[in-house]
């Protein structure tokens, strides 16, 4: 299919030929939901840990003796039961990723690029230059082409230049083609893609 590329200005630049295999799929939020959550799961930390009886400082000493009190038999003031004793079953540091494999990941990237498709969420640049790293003037220019929650994906190498004055717009995001992801393509409103990040994606996926 034919989209209408634009320049950065809003102005008309022709039409580019998109791959029915990557952008006209029929969305499926199954795959998309599974490759979510593989993503956010891969990057928790992880390093929530609690002491237990065996790491709290307390003293190891028996408590009282065993037999005369009328009370429970007890020996260390560790004991989870105990307050300042050790936590019982309570988290340790691990990782949260789990496999997903890379047909599934890889079809999740192409059922995201079509869903912005077929919410016309979708656009596509020319090219993504600036002419000074100005955060002002590109503002101007995102609310020519109506982007105030974008994420913007560039060919291999970014333009300095762009990338400093992106930087410190809020709700945009800018990343090579190397950083596309199903996730960010999802918490941002629009998708803007350069002519080179087509082409590459293009070539990803043949």
Known sequence: MDLTVKTLEGK???KVSLSDAIFGLEPREDIIARVVRWQLAKRQQGTHQTKTRAEVS???AKMYKQKGTGRARHHSARAPQFRGGGRAHGPVTRSHA???????RALGLRHALSAKLKSEDLIVVDDLVAA????????GVFASLGL????IIGGAELDNNFKLAAKNIPNVDVLPIQGINVYDILRRGKLVLSKAAVEALEERFK
């Open 12 to 14: 008309d630049a022709g």
């Open 58 to 60: 307390r003293t190891g």
């Open 98 to 104: 789990h496999d997903l494999p890379k047909q599934v």
């Open 132 to 139: 000074d790293a100005k955060t002002k003037a590109l503002t």
């Open 148 to 151: 105030t929650n974008a994420l």
